[in-house]
């Protein structure tokens, strides 16, 4: 069973603390990985103004990031959000930034 | 050379499994997820969404008549034909119960005495009151209880009983205040199941009392299947069967570049490349140049008529572009990071062309041959801040007067590889990773000496190491190949009784074939790889208690990535010259 959370952290380092508390391990070389099922996808910082490039990738105009931090997560086998998770959930009105291939939101969502 | 075994030769799968070719009994067969759709490429080199197609039934007779003449009343009364049903005819019908506890209409299903897993579902609307209460029942007391709210639109009680298992249960919101409701389970093994639905005042099951005896709600298509839910099949006087296409959980044999298929097994990765089959939609940038977009103007390489027209001209230091990623590719951190862009493209002039694909922050040339057949080209940028954009067209360096075709962009947070494509529109798309798992058991993999081989393309992951491993269920006893986040080398690895026996590094090449194999028994474990054999340990124990092969860790974790080819476990250990024969590319 999967269930799928939309959540607005308040900054990028309480997401990565909450991701965190999910559950991580070091392989032999050091490197962090997910010792839980669930997927989670980092989406960002939220975007208040978009900036502009030209073709070179010279900045014409700097976006403007907000200090929130967006993760969509699929929930695997647990039907509530996790402690801590609950009060940044967020239900986007009309299009939303992400979707899971095929998973639709609405159905499952958390 | 003696059959292995266990071998698996990816050729038939289903959703939820891949099957093993030896041995044949099915006790070879891995467990497989992936919990979102995944694309491949088909024996015929088109691009799908991988799928399986079977039948699925709805066993509950007169799923749409709910009158004492097909259905048990129990203390209930129907009104046929009260209310607009989901579909927009006016067969709904009205349940109500009265003051006996136990209220409600039934329905039984003849099965066969075994554990069988289904799914049971139906469309409900709020009547009078709040609470519903449904029930699927075996030999009591097993059986499943479910309790939904409709001011909540919830189920807030679901629980399995005895020997019924509860596997999975949810709730579609529709129009016209309509609600879908559904369970899965696992029956007991009695030859029959009962499926009761009851409209309530008051929390409660089916059969609990209630603190009213006059609440009513309007029901429509109830279905009992086997597997998990499907769409609804309407039933009369006796089952109806319908052919069902599965998307997710199924096994992806690729066929990219090869005349056999193999296994792809691919990490979690997100595209946000938008409307990447509809990429007319997207901007445009030029200065100098011009550009003109046609969308669904040729066949794409998912044989559908979708691919964009893109037509250029300019000189000299203009430029002209179709920016990729759309105008709005979401937010993505606050920069910093490498990113991997890849687009389909094909002449449309007959004639071979130089068009220009550019990305933040990578290294020239941004130069790109387009033939006359599909090809799939790439760029490795780098983000500078938030932006990660990809255009791809004129400047300076591609022929001066461009006319192709562009399908299918990708753009993924990675620097590694451009993994399998994934479709998307207005939104960035995840793809979640595929797992391999639990091939084997005790009896198969009960042997004191043997080999273990695969053949494999295994994908770089520079942030983690990714495993194959002959296991126990835990860490005590295994054989692993681990394949190292550095991108060079493969580990062989292992342990009997929690000692670390065995412990080799050796370089590889990723993101090309490979054929590890390890002989093994008492005090002689032997490593070889592509035909050779690169090292050998004279001392340590075997592990004992294998019972199963991961493309993972033994807890699932760390999944392999990349291609399956071949795998074969054999009892024996095979001499040198077979070893090498097996592995050589």
């Known amino acids: 069973m999967i269930k799928v959370g939309k959540y607005i952290f308040d900054n990028e380092a309480q997401a990565e603390t909450k991701i965190k508390g999910l559950g991580v391990d070091k392989d032999e070389n050091g490197n962090e990985y997910p010792t839980h099922s669930h997927a989670i996808v980092r989406l960002g910082r939220e975007v208040i103004e978009e900036g502009e490039t030209d073709a070179e990738g010279n900045v014409i105009k700097e976006t403007v990031l907000s200090e929130k931090y967006l993760i969509d997560v699929v929930w695997n086998g647990i039907e509530e959000h996790p402690y801590g998770w609950k009060s940044y959930a967020v239900t986007p009105s009309g299009e939303p930034l992400h979707n899971f291939y095929g998973v639709d939101y609405l159905e499952n969502k958390m | ?585």
């Open chain 2, 1 to 585: 050379m003696s059959k292995p075994k266990l071998a698996l030769i990816p050729s038939g799968y289903k959703s939820g499994k891949v099957y093993s070719i030896l041995p044949n009994d099915a006790s070879g067969d891995f467990d497989f997820t992936r919990q979102s759709i995944g694309t491949r490429v088909r024996k015929d080199g088109l691009i799908e969404e991988a799928k399986t197609v079977g039948s699925i039934t709805n066993e509950l007779l007169y799923s749409e008549e709910f009158t004492g003449l097909y259905w048990g009343t129990i203390n209930t009364t129907i009104t046929s034909n009260q209310e607009l049903a989901p579909n927009g005819t006016n067969t709904a019908d009205k349940l109500q119960r009265t003051s006996t506890s136990a209220s409600y209409r039934q329905h039984s299903i003849s099965k066969s005495s075994t554990a069988k897993k289904y799914t049971t579902s139906v469309y409900l609307k709020k009547g009078s009151h709040d609470y519903f209460a449904l029930r699927t029942q075996g030999s009591y007391p097993s059986r499943v209880d479910i309790r939904f709210r409709f001011d909540t639109e919830q189920i807030y009680y679901a629980t399995a009983v005895s020997n019924f298992t509860l596997y999975d249960y949810g709730v579609e919101v529709l129009a016209n205040d309509w609600y879908r409701l559904h369970y899965t389970y696992e029956t007991d093994t009695y030859n029959n199941i009962n499926v009761s639905f009851s409209p309530r005042h008051s929390d409660g099951n089916i059969d609990s009392s209630d603190s009213g005896s006059t609440a009513h709600a309007f029901v429509w298509g109830a279905m009992v299947s086997e597997g998990a839910l499907s769409d609804y099949i309407k039933t009369e006087g006796s089952q109806e069967t319908k052919r069902v296409e599965t998307f997710t959980d199924v096994p992806r044999l690729d066929w990219l570049n090869s005349n056999c298929p193999s296994l792809l097994l691919e990490p979690q990765r997100t595209n946000y490349c938008l409307n990447n089959t509809q990429l007319h939609l997207n901007s445009t940038l030029s200065s100098g140049a011009t550009i003109t977009l046609t969308g669904n103007y040729a066949t794409a390489p998912n044989g559908t008529l979708t691919a964009t027209r893109l037509q250029a001209t300019g000189s000299g230091s203009n430029y002209a572009y179709l920016s990729m990623n759309g105008t709005n590719p979401t937010t993505d951190g606050s920069g910093g990071g490498y990113y991997r862009s890849s687009v389909y493209v094909k002449s449309n002039t007959g004639n071979t062309q130089n068009i220009i694909l550019f990305a933040a922050g990578a290294p020239s040339p941004y130069t790109r041959e387009v033939t006359t057949e599909w090809t799939r080209i790439e760029i490795l940028g780098y983000r500078p801040a938030n932006a990660k954009y990809t255009y791809i067209g004129y400047s300076s360096g591609a022929d001066s007067d461009l006319d192709f075709l562009a399908w299918g962009g990708q753009t993924e947070l990675v620097n590694s590889y451009a993994s399998s494509l994934i479709y998307t529109g207005a939104s960035a798309v995840t793809r979640l990773k595929d797992e391999c798992i639990n091939g084997g058991d005790s009896d198969l993999f009960d042997i004191t000496e043997g080999t273990f081989f695969v053949d494999v393309t295994p994908y770089i992951n520079t942030s983690s190491n990714h495993y194959i491993s002959l296991n126990d269920g835990g860490s005590s006893d295994r054989f692993v190949f681990i394949f190292q986040s550095n991108g060079t080398q493969v580990r062989l690895f292992g342990v009997s009784a929690t000692v670390n026996f065995l412990s080799h590094y050796q370089n590889i090449t990723f993101n090309q074939r490979n054929k590890l194999a390890v002989t093994f028994k008492e005090d002689e474990f032997k490593f070889y790889l592509n035909g050779s054999l690169v090292h050998t340990d004279t001392s340590g124990s075997m592990p004992t208690g294998l019972n199963q092969l991961d493309f993972s860790e033994n807890n699932g974790n760390r999944n392999f990535e990349g291609k399956v080819h071949d795998t074969r476990v054999y009892d024996r250990v095979l001499i040198e010259a077979e070893a090498i024969e097996l592995t050589t590319l």
